[in-house]
DNA sequence: CGGGCTTTTGACGCCGCTCAAAGATAGTGG
DNA sequence: CCACTATCTTTGAGCGGCGTCAAAAGCCCG
């Protein structure tokens, strides 16, 4: 079931105030968007809009993690975008999205019908703004997972998203001991263009090795942060991801 | 050597007036823009901007092809992104790009200098409203990308490619008797993340069964559309890649 | 006609997928 | 508290698709 929606929290309270779609609003403009905006809920697993039905919502993703995907004729599923709090659902000018969203985790949401907000979107350019910098960003990041898909082997992908991990979960450059493992070995699969097995496997060759470690199944330790940047097959400063 | 600057066209004459960042400029915008452009040419093959070094221009691509792509340490690159008339390079807000811009074909170019176009985004909706339209237009072309790197074996990745280069020369739903192969088999390669030799079996194969036909080497015919579209591995309605 | 490209074709081997089964883990109800 | 089940994960064996390496063939242009 889904976890109780959060009362309506005031904008100007909002942890995500300063990243999301309303980022750069004024005060009157925040004002707008309070009137139409509701929270919704969804728990871990539940499906939160499908592909090609009409889109009567445009959201900012306020906690929790969402992920993107699309599918063949024969169900191989791919992972083509992770959402994270602050992040934008829903595009104003297009009624339909070509791809499954997916609560990841439990996870909470600001809609705004859409009609109102695409006259928003129009009418003050702060939002028009902000919505083409948080499109720019998931482009960016959409091109180097292309490179991942593409070129990179399993090893290499596993490294990768591992670092990935390690990075969103630092603090003021502080490397954390305990990191969340927050998907499920499909889940990964699925993210990466791999298979389950390919991800348990490449996983438990890192630990053999000594590049990281398993406390829980779903925590682990960054045991060799060098070598694991060597693994991932990237140039010195190269793919961010996220 | 690079073809022949053309002189300067007036944006009211221009090919790609009603398509690209400009599209809904009206007069007074157009002047504007048209103080601060100037066209710049490039050999097919040519380098256009380099990873990671400053950005002088951003730039609207006037005619030709134009690809761009990333590499890993050891040279395996792999094309993100094919940029066709209209499309948009650089953004406002970033000096660098994180991939590589080349020519594929001869290429003109209608360059803005980033500083004043940067204020122009910031005062005329127009343009960044477009701007972002063109950013979305590409984040679903990427995003059909990735499920093709990441999921489709080598044959379904030949079959959507053509499929792809189909739909984009017809003209009133005519089905076309010849059509270009824009590339050579190696950047096919880079694009679809096959090697060129694989590349080359697999379109060999589907002239072996009838499905497509090869006058010259660099043009070819559609046979059995509905075999080629069955190929793609995508349901019904699936992919749509620029 | 010759040299440098792109493309084709073949032989071979490996990485990652498939299929299968056993082991962990968590949640549920008695 | 302990079976019992469902789900997730690990591990193994085997195979095949696609990459790798190599060489020949076709094409373009001087």
Same mark, same amino acid.
């Given at each position: 079931?889904?976890p109780?929606?959060?009362?309506?929290v005031r904008?100007?309270e909002?942890?995500?105030r300063?990243?999301?779609?309303?980022?750069?609003c004024?005060?009157?403009?925040l004002?707008?968007?309070?009137?139409?905006k509701s929270y919704?809920?969804?728990?871990?697993?539940?499906?939160?809009?499908?592909?090609?039905e009409?889109?009567?919502?445009?959201?900012?993703?306020?906690?929790?993690v969402?992920?993107?995907? %699309?599918?063949?004729? !024969?169900?191989?599923?791919?992972?083509v975008?992770l959402?994270l709090p602050?992040?934008f659902i829903g595009?104003? *000018?297009?009624?339909?999205i !070509?791809?499954?969203? =997916?609560?990841?985790?439990d996870?909470t949401?600001?809609?705004?019908?859409?009609?109102?907000?695409e006259?928003?979107?129009?009418? =003050?350019?702060?939002?028009?703004q902000?919505?083409?910098?948080?499109?720019? !960003?998931?482009l960016?990041v959409?091109?180097d997972?292309?490179?991942?898909?593409?070129? %990179?082997?399993?090893?290499?992908?596993i490294a990768?998203f591992?670092?990935?991990?390690?990075?969103?979960?630092?603090? !003021?450059?502080?490397?954390?001991t305990?990191i969340?493992?927050?998907?499920?070995?499909?889940?990964?699969?699925?993210?990466?263009?791999?298979?389950?097995?390919?991800?348990s496997?490449?996983?438990n060759?890192?630990? %053999?090795? *000594?590049?990281?470690?398993?406390?829980?199944?779903?925590?682990?330790?960054?045991e060799?942060?060098?070598?694991?940047?060597?693994?991932?097959?990237?140039?010195a400063? *190269?793919?961010?991801?996220?």
């Amino acid at each position: 079931m889904p976890p109780p929606s959060l009362n309506a929290v005031r904008c100007s309270e909002c942890p995500i105030r300063h990243r999301a779609v309303c980022a750069r609003c004024d005060e009157d403009e925040l004002a707008l968007l309070e009137s139409m905006k509701s929270y919704r809920s969804f728990a871990a697993g539940e499906p939160i809009l499908w592909r090609g039905e009409p889109l009567e919502f445009v959201a900012s993703l306020v906690s929790g993690v969402a992920s993107l995907s %699309k599918t063949l004729e !024969d169900g191989r599923t791919q992972m083509v975008g992770l959402l994270l709090p602050s992040d934008f659902i829903g595009r104003p *000018g297009r009624a339909r999205i !070509d791809f499954d969203v =997916t609560a990841t985790t439990d996870v909470t949401l600001c809609c705004f019908r859409r009609a109102p907000f695409e006259r928003l979107v129009e009418d =003050t350019p702060h939002v028009a703004q902000r919505l083409m910098e948080l499109a720019l !960003d998931e482009l960016d990041v959409a091109r180097d997972w292309m490179l991942l898909l593409g070129r %990179k082997t399993a090893r290499e992908k596993i490294a990768t998203f591992v670092l990935m991990l390690v990075r969103r979960s630092q603090i !003021d450059g502080q490397m954390p001991t305990r990191i969340a493992l927050p998907m499920t070995r499909d889940q990964i699969a699925n993210f990466l263009g791999l298979t389950l097995e390919t991800v348990s496997r490449q996983l438990n060759a890192l630990k %053999k090795e *000594g590049v990281i470690s398993f406390t829980d199944r779903r925590y682990f330790g960054i045991e060799d942060l060098a070598s694991l940047h060597d693994a991932t097959g990237d140039d010195a400063d *190269g793919g961010v991801l996220v």
